[in-house]
């Protein structure tokens, strides 16, 4: 089952996305992170999450290869939890516009067809006010629209509010 978990920064989405993949992953779990370390308050942020996971969980780091990764390490029996996807996205927009088409094509192909529990976390950054600035404004739009492609593509959707989820699709 593919469950995206959305929310702001500090919303409790990955607090969430590690509880539901510790309750599902009797197969084991495998993190598959995105994010690279390009400055030193990024790397605290990488540890401390690194901290937060159990020891004998499985970890892909994968800054554009989403869908090869999924196709790869997903199964029945495993959950595979992506954290996260906004990350995973300036990763592309700074690797150019053929980078972003294709890696982006491939990812959404491969989560119409992987098995297993695979838990998408990612920031919802479109409720706020329009930035200046245009590649800020480009950030948002991609965002949004990988978003709703990814939504279409999951059988739940959770929005997490100040720790609080909600079921945005599928059962609560």
Known sequence: MNHLILGGARSGKSRLAEERAAAVGAGGVVYVATATAGDGEMAERIARH????????????????LGRVLREEARHGRCLLVDCLTLWLSNLLTAG??????????????????????LLV???????????DPLSRRFVDEAGRLHQAVAARCERVTFVVAGLPWALKGPA
């Open 122 to 132: 990612s920031n919802e950054v479109g409720q706020g006010v329009v930035p200046a």
């Open 97 to 118: 516009e053929e980078t972003l088409a294709r890696e982006r094509a491939d990812f959404l192909a491969a989560l119409e067809v992987v098995t297993g529990d695979v």
């Open 50 to 65: 690194q901290a937060d996971r159990p020891p004998e969980w499985g970890l892909v780091e994968e800054p554009v290869s």
